[in-house]
């Protein structure tokens, strides 16, 4: 499906690249690669079962009971993933400190389990604690979430004090083999997990191209849904660069390497985009714009019509399946001149030679093909090295010396600049920690009226649903999900449970299997990872001989007392509504879009150079906060269906920003070293309306009451109009900057009216 072959019906040129076809195995590596980036899922489930699976190996060698071995199957999967340090030796230290740890929250557990009153308190404060070192950073959060899933652990298996030296022995063989499995059996460094996330990269471009293609070709019933394709397409090639950006300090030798690989990265991801709004147009009656890519459910632009089918059409469609493989496949010895000379070929679009008779939207559609041509070439290039330049042509040789140019002229320095940290109750881990308190507090007491000896269950849900949530409606929805997986989980548990009987071992196979779907789903769905959850509960409940219908009823009972607790608590104890959630993200986000657009137009209109791709990520991160922030108000079970729409719509806005933003700072680091682009002075006059209205908006969403207002006026093209009669018009400055100012400014201006902010007549 990535790579089909190469159309031949236009010159034997493409007959050798047809010939290179790639093999079956390729093509599943490549799915593989764009499905899961970075093969992080992959990789999380198999650590985690090969640590449950070796422990339950050498446990039964000792020949301990079923209930030990439920122990260190649990302690296994406890050990494995709460680590999340990068850096191998980080990783180590942490695990570790974490043996100490468990072992002492077992022994607390199991002294304190005849003690009731003394017990709970001791509880809610592991809990406070655990959920208050998160603010110590990854291995404060590992050592929290390792003294409270052993304490709970004592719990579930009715640790005594008698019995904790199998207890003792159960946890240290199960976190000796998740250091086994996690350091000799799946070794992973962040240096290989960068190369997988390139990979992935590479395969979700040609993802997307396939997409851009399909919609090209789409009828007028199929168009809607090959519309959504590209955008689906389009927001993961964003996502796997959000993932490379994370892991580029980590992953490569030095700075100037990172720098390299993050401007190769961006420029790919715009020419991508880029590439689909010219097709878009192509095949449209008008203009498109951002806003059709970015706002789900955006009509297609008027005259959804098929291209006509000439030759044009038919260079342009072959051309697209060339693209494609020139994302996927390397120009090498093995595959002769073929592929080097389609690369010759689309590349030479950027030159205009040879653009085939058309109309003007479909010849831009070959130059933006040439463009996406050229950013393939520089990320083949920051990625596996030199290539091969002997059968280059004038284009291609030009396009080869712009991006040596570029190369030589990144700088590796950092702007260092990091946000005021809050403190007291306002700090977010703080917040969390009391409210995680006091909604477990109830959740005690609630949960020892449904059950006095499965009341855990309920504290549980509470804890969980406020891992990784900032707001009372994160909250809801989290605990909406968890319910709805543990329901339907409770359902396959009883299947489960009747099927395996006694049959030990069948059991603890399904168990892994469980397991592995849960953390091979977990990013995906958290309704699904709760599902497998609770099946896996079913079987361990079997193997423990206190499995009924009736207690996995009860852990739907308990699961919706602990949501409900962890909703209260939130919404009563320091509560952090969603509306103030998302307008103090939707500020970071303008904040974020002033600094790129202000950096990127005083560069471009001659300033000194500055850091821009590091802004643009930080812009772009800040722009997936305020995403995940509003799901709660995009939930499909949402009542306020405009509230809804209008979150969608801004949102939609920002992502359109966020576009042209990038592209104005990609096409300003190209100054130093790009022939076609000079500064221009009056871009400086032309940015202070965008940037006046940034800030007009920022501030009516912090303050409502503000007197700001956006100011409107002539185009910003117009803006550039010479002082001097008889001047050049625009001098060097390109058409494709205006288009992004111009774009940009109406998208900021655009935002006035859904934030509720008064909209004055334009002003000649």
């Not at 120009?331 to 109309?359: C, K, Q």
């Not at 990872?529 to 896996?536: C, E, G, L």
């Not at 602990?562 to 909703?567: M, S």
């Not at 100054?671 to 871009?683: E, V, Y």
Request: proline residues 5%; glycine residues 8%; charged residues 20%.
């Amino acid at each position: 499906m990535l790579m089909p072959e190469i159309m031949t019906g236009h010159g034997s040129e493409y007959g050798g690249v047809r010939a290179a076809g790639r093999s079956v195995r390729a093509r599943l590596r490549d799915g593989i690669a764009a499905s899961d980036p970075g093969l992080l899922r992959l990789t999380a489930g198999l650590r985690t079962v090969g640590a449950i699976a070796l422990t339950l190996a050498v446990l039964s060698f000792l020949d301990v009971d079923v209930t030990h071995l439920v122990a260190g199957a649990m302690a296994a999967m406890v050990a494995t993933f709460a680590i999340r340090e990068k850096q191998r030796g980080q990783q180590a230290v942490t695990l570790a400190l974490g043996l100490p740890v468990a072992l002492t929250s077992v022994t607390l557990g199991a002294l304190l389990s005849s003690r009731v009153v003394a017990g709970d308190l001791f509880f809610v404060a592991l809990i406070f604690f655990a959920v208050y070192g998160r603010r110590f950073g990854d291995r404060g959060t590992a050592l929290g979430l390792i003294g409270f899933q052993v304490y709970f652990l004592s719990l579930f298996v009715g640790a005594t004090v008698s019995g904790l030296p199998e207890l003792y022995g159960a946890i240290v063989v199960a976190f000796l083999s998740s250091a086994l499995v996690r350091f000799v059996l799946v070794p992973e460094t962040p240096a290989h997990i960068l190369q997988r996330l390139r990979e992935a990269f590479r395969a979700r471009l040609a993802q997307l191209v396939s997409a851009q293609l399909d919609l090209l070709d789409a009828g007028p019933d199929e168009v809607e849904k090959a519309l959504e394709d590209v955008r689906s397409g389009t927001a993961r090639l964003n996502e796997t660069a959000m993932m490379i950006q994370g892991r580029l300090e980590d992953g490569t030798s030095d700075e100037a390497a990172a720098r390299l690989v993050q401007r190769r990265i961006a420029d790919a991801e715009i020419a991508a985009e880029r590439l689909g709004l010219l097709l878009l147009t192509a095949r449209s009656a008008e203009r498109a714009t951002t806003l059709t890519l970015h706002l789900p459910g955006a009509p297609v632009p008027a005259g959804g019509h098929l291209p006509v089918r000439d030759e044009a059409s038919a260079t342009l469609r072959r051309d697209l399946d060339a693209l494609r493989m020139l994302v996927l496949r390397p120009v090498t010895g093995e595959s002769g001149t073929a592929v080097s000379h389609v690369r010759n070929r689309l590349l030479g679009y950027r030159d205009e030679e040879n653009l085939p008779p058309a109309s003007p939207a479909v010849q831009d559609v070959f130059r933006g093909i040439g463009e996406a041509s050229r950013a393939v070439l520089g990320l083949r290039i920051a990625l596996d090295g030199p290539q091969d330049d002997s059968d280059d042509t004038p284009a291609t040789a030009r396009s080869r010396e712009e991006l040596d140019a570029e190369d030589a002229a990144i700088d590796a320095g950092e702007d260092d600049t990091g946000d005021e940290e809050q403190t007291g109750l306002r700090r977010p881990t703080t917040r969390a920690a009391v409210q995680v308190a006091v909604g477990s507090s109830l959740a005690i007491v609630g949960g020892e009226f449904l059950s006095s000896h499965r009341w855990y269950w309920a504290v549980l849900t509470c804890w969980i649903v406020f891992l990784n949530t900032a707001s009372t409606g994160e909250i809801l929805v989290k605990g909406y999900r968890r319910l709805l997986g543990t329901v339907f989980g409770v359902v396959a548990g009883i299947v489960l449970a009747a099927l395996v009987g006694q049959h030990t071992w069948t059991a603890f196979a399904l168990v892994l299997l469980c397991v592995f779907a849960m953390f091979y789903t977990a990013p995906l769905s958290y309704t699904l990872m709760s599902f497998f959850v609770t099946a896996a509960l079913g079987v361990l409940y079997t193997l423990l001989h206190t499995y009924s219908a009736s207690v996995l009823l009860l852990r739907v009972a308990e699961t919706a007392l602990g949501a409900a607790c962890g909703i209260v608590a939130a919404a009563f104890v320091l509560p952090v509504h969603t509306d103030r959630r998302t307008n103090e993200l939707l500020v970071t986000v303008l904040d974020r879009l002033a600094d790129v657009t202000e950096g990127a137009v005083d560069q471009l209109s001659g300033g000194p150079p500055v850091e821009l791709l590091d802004k643009a990520r930080d812009l772009d991160q800040a722009l997936a906060d305020l995403r995940a922030a509003t799901q709660p108000l995009t939930h499909p079970v949402t009542p306020l269906r405009a509230r809804r729409d209008t979150a969608r719509y801004v949102v939609a806005l920002l992502e359109t920003c966020a576009y042209h933003a990038r592209s104005l700072a990609a096409t300003a680091e190209l100054l130093p070293t790009h022939p076609s682009i000079a500064a221009d002075p009056r871009l400086r006059r032309a940015g202070r309306r965008i940037q006046h209205n940034i800030g007009a908006v920022a501030a009516h969403v912090a303050d409502e009451r503000a007197a700001v207002e956006i100011e409107t006026g002539p185009s910003i093209a117009s803006l550039l109009e010479p002082d001097v009669p008889g001047t050049p018009r625009y001098g060097r400055v390109t058409d494709r900057v205006l288009r992004h100012l111009q774009r940009l400014d109406e998208s900021v201006a655009g935002l006035a009216r859904p934030l509720g902010m008064p909209v004055p007549a334009p002003r000649r």
